[in-house]
């Protein structure tokens, strides 16, 4: 099945920091998303992009599908915004569809 | 997006008992899906459930462990069977909305004693 890795798997940040968060994956994917688990489990999405770059708020991402890697930008971090971060992707084909392979994570702390 | 809720919330079970996890999504969907995670560990897909169909398990999922109810469009129930504590977990439903974003619930936390 299609290999998704994450990096990096943990992250120490002070507050007010910029960071950037990696994710490979091996094969051609239809759908590419971003997750944020936060504390208590909850899992909030945060960016549909299988490719190009979005942008909301603080938070930003780009796909480059051609190379098979995503990217997702956190500027001006806040404590809020720890947790852990979720990579998934979707492989192209009927039989596929909706089923999410996850990366790893990475584990994001900011500290005050 | 969608709003979707999940019952029980968390609970704690004793080894050899099943338990049974309810999804509920406030728009009709075709396809739901669940996911385990396991302590300390990313999400895996168990199986998708469509309406009026048999559910489809992924490898190493089967049904006499994991069955599937998807009574209509908006509601799903996955039983966790003859538990053991390997089984203790995060359980999620999600849903895709408009063929693309996936939303999840808020998931059921499992501790088998």
């Known amino acids: 099945g299609i290999q998704v890795e994450q990096s990096p798997p943990d992250l120490i940040l002070q507050e007010g920091a910029n960071s950037t968060l990696r994710c490979n994956f091996s094969d051609s994917v239809n759908n590419l998303q971003w997750f944020h688990q936060n504390p208590w489990g909850q899992l909030i999405n945060l960016f549909y992009i299988p490719s190009g770059t979005k942008q909301n708020g603080r938070l930003s991402a780009t796909t480059v599908a051609t190379e098979r890697y995503s990217l997702l930008y956190i500027s001006s971090s806040q404590t809020t915004d720890s947790g852990v971060y979720f990579c998934?992707?979707?492989?192209?084909?009927?039989?596929?569809?909706?089923?999410?392979?996850f990366g790893q994570g990475t584990i994001l702390t900011v500290h005050p | 997006s969608a709003v979707i809720s999940q019952k029980p919330s968390r609970d704690i079970c004793q080894r050899g008992t099943s338990l049974t996890i309810q999804c509920q999504v406030d728009?009709?969907?075709?396809?739901m899906f669940w996911y385990r995670q396991q302590p300390g560990q990313s999400l895996t897909l168990i199986a998708t459930?469509?309406?009026?169909?048999?559910?489809?398990?992924e490898s190493g999922f089967v049904i006499d462990k994991f069955p599937i109810s998807r009574p209509n469009l908006t509601f799903s129930t996955l039983t966790v069977s003859n538990m053991s504590p390997e089984d203790s977990s995060i359980y999620l439903c999600s849903v895709a909305i408009g063929g693309y974003e996936q939303y999840f619930g808020p998931g059921t936390r499992l501790t088998v004693t």
């Open positions: 728009s009709q969907v075709t396809m």
């Open positions: 459930a469509n309406q009026g169909s048999e559910a489809t398990y």
């Open positions: 998934a992707v979707e492989r192209p084909g009927g039989t596929s569809y909706g089923k999410l392979t």
